[in-house]
């Protein structure tokens, strides 16, 4: 039932042919809808959108909230991924050359919401030190969390937990209200049943001192354990995505103009000034153009792609591909940041969501509770995450040159993050898991293009433990996560020795090995256009996300957050739309 898919109006879809709006943003995704809706409001804005609606071309696997553990199989970052056009890009990697040469699958939202209707919808701003990291690398007080706030404020509503629903005391979210918003598009939540696999899990982190954090995940403070808020429409239990709030908004209070199913090939230049797209639907090409502005808004891995194509970028590059320079901008997909996982795993003897749904005799319960009461395991996304600076134990046993990495971030912003979670093996059994996952990612990738054409996938190197530091942080996760595993919460509920990485994965290189050879991305990829100030090495927009050398020209999306930020991404995608509509609204 896909509950949420409105269809477009013929008055709202973009009449394909050439013609001119105030605005062109450049994909509907996360970010580029929350800017349009925004921009919308006070002047004409036309976004151009490769995919669709995932409601219709995903169905329940993209809208189910427990769906987003289990169902959505385009996130299998393995080279026989299956294949699912029209929502997924269908991006792979450059064999990482650190990683046991592995060839990485990277799935990206092709569809109206972008990421946000494929992600696990956890919802978690980053941390008040690294947004003061931000201040500094770009030179503007505006990036300090104080001034952040009202617009992260701006864009939520949040709904308290239904603790009726979530039922289990133990599990009950604590967070400072103070800081949420309640007048934005965006719902965020908590789930309506927490996982009895997952509350084991969260005990046995909080008794080795991850104790609960009171304030949440919101309030600029990433230290300890909290029940991780989601973007969930908790009313109806179903994914929200920038789809479901921004673009639903949008539609209903603005003449946002949609093109659904059509892809910007190339931006169009007079000179040093963006003038407009060339697009493309179903084999027709025109030209939409801009009388402000172009905001390119395509993703960590197509922005940078659509800006080389078009003649921005470094020089060397564009020069062997025959692509004419409008601006040396040596920075485009030089500075990408991966944050790498590690995950650990047991038997347990406890239920989890996926064991009661995969069990005939429990699934119709559950099914029914989701219809009626939109309650129940799928109603349930991720549940448990934690923050950590390494303890001094652990600090001690990493080689000198990734301690004194570490020691040069900001003393109050985490090095690791703890997600718990369950699954469920093929004969029932369930299976509980914690993983570890860098909060700083040094390790440096990139992305290039192989020729002038969109169609031609961006090449793309995650750099993955190009820097050391990397792969020993993750050394660390594991042996913390099995400090975790034996407290007596944790031992209550496992039978058998450990599954993943195993009894024979004991020393640290062993374990260095293991981490080659198992580690994963969570699909949190920035920096490729990083923010920055003038002239720095690898700064493509300024402070206002404006483009440097190239007028009328902004990239708004993840791409341009300058180093990986602890906490998840969309949030900060969210606040840094609305801050950049506010500033563009403003100039
Ligand atoms: C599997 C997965 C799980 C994740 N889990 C979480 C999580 O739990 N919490 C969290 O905070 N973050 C999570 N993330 C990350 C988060 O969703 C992304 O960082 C965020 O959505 C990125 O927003 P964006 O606007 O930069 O890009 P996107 O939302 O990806 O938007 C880019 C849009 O541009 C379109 N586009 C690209 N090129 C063109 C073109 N040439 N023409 C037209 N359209 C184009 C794309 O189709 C897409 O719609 C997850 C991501 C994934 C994939």
Redesign the pocket.
């Known amino acids: 039932e896909h509950r949420h898919a409105k269809k477009l109006t013929s008055e709202q879809i973009g009449t394909i042919g050439d013609a001119t709006f105030d605005y062109v943003i450049?994909?509907?995704?996360?970010?580029?809808?929350?800017i349009a809706a925004r921009l919308a409001s006070v002047a004409s804005v036309a976004v151009?959108?490769?995919?669709g609606y995932y409601e219709i071309d995903y169905g329940n696997a993209s809208v189910v909230p427990l769906y987003?553990l289990t169902k959505?199989d385009?996130?299998d970052p393995s080279e026989n991924f299956p294949h699912r056009p029209e929502i997924d890009?269908e991006l792979t990697t450059v064999p990482q050359v650190n990683a046991n040469k592995r060839v990485i699958h990277?799935?990206?939202?092709?569809?109206?919401?972008?990421?946000?209707?494929?992600?696990?919808?956890?919802?978690?701003r980053s941390s008040a030190a690294a947004y003061q990291r931000w201040v500094g690398m770009v030179g503007d007080d505006s990036y300090k969390f104080d001034n952040l706030l009202p617009h992260f404020r701006k864009s939520v509503h949040l709904t308290p937990p239904n603790l009726e629903k979530r039922n289990a005391a133990n599990a009950t979210p604590q967070y400072d209200t103070s800081v949420y918003g309640n007048g934005g598009p965006l719902e965020v939540s908590w789930n309506n049943w927490v996982d009895p696999t997952i509350t084991w899990l969260a005990t046995a982190m909080q008794a080795i001192g991850m104790s609960i954090n009171p304030k949440g995940w919101s309030a600029g403070d990433l230290n300890g354990g909290s029940w991780?808020p989601?973007?969930i429409d908790t009313a109806l239990a179903t994914r929200e995505s920038?789809e479901t709030s921004f673009l639903e908004y949008a539609l209903a209070n603005t003449s946002l103009q949609v093109?659904p199913h059509?892809?910007?090939?190339k931006i169009l230049l007079n000179g040093t000034s963006a003038r407009g797209?060339k697009?493309e639907t179903n084999g027709t090409v025109y030209e939409l153009s801009a009388r402000k502005e172009v905001i390119i808004?395509?993703?960590?891995?197509?922005?940078p792609?659509?800006l080389m194509i078009s003649g921005i970028g470094p020089k060397a590059t564009l020069d062997e591909l025959g692509i004419p320079l409008v601006a040396d901008l040596p920075g485009v997909g030089q500075n990408l940041r991966d944050p790498i996982s590690i995950g650990t795993s047991h038997i347990v003897n406890t239920i989890s969501g996926q064991s009661i749904v995969s069990n005939q005799v429990t699934e119709p319960k559950a099914l029914r509770q989701y219809k009626e009461e939109a309650a129940g395991p799928y109603s349930s996304?991720?549940g448990w995450i934690a923050y950590e600076r390494l303890t001094s134990e652990l600090r001690s046993t990493l080689p000198q040159s990734t301690q004194e990495k570490l020691a040069a971030l900001p003393v109050d912003s985490p090095e690791l993050s703890f997600i718990a979670g369950a699954s469920v093996l093929p004969n029932g059994t369930s299976q509980g898991a914690m993983s570890a996952t860098i909060c700083n990612t040094f390790s440096v990738g990139s992305v290039s293009i192989r020729s002038a054409k969109?169609s031609d996938p961006p090449i793309i190197d995650l750099g993955w433990f190009s820097d050391p530091a990397d792969a020993d942080i993750l050394v660390a996760g594991i042996k913390r996560l099995r400090q975790v595993w034996a407290t007596e919460p944790a031992q209550n509920i496992t039978l058998g020795a450990e599954v993943r990485p195993g009894a024979d994965v004991g020393t640290d290189a062993e374990m260095l090995d293991y981490i080659r050879a198992n580690a994963q991305q969570?699909?949190?990829?920035?920096s490729t256009c990083s923010m920055g100030k003038k002239g720095d090495r690898n700064a493509v927009v300024d402070s206002e996300a404006r483009v440097f050398g190239v007028e009328k020209l902004r990239v708004?999306?993840?791409?341009i957050v300058p180093f990986s930020i602890p906490?998840?991404?969309?949030?900060?995608?969210y606040m840094l739309?609305e801050k950049i509509a506010d500033a563009i609204k403003r100039g």
């Open positions: 450049v994909g509907g995704g996360t970010a580029g809808l929350t151009v959108e490769a995919g987003s959505i385009v996130i890009w990277y799935a990206q939202g092709k569809t109206l919401g972008g990421s946000s209707a494929l992600n696990t919808m956890s919802y978690v991780v989601s973007t920038a093109y059509s892809t910007v090939t797209v697009v808004s395509a993703g960590t891995f197509h922005s792609q659509l996304a991720a969109i969570i699909w949190h990829p920035s708004m999306d993840f791409s906490g998840h991404p969309q949030a900060t995608v739309a």
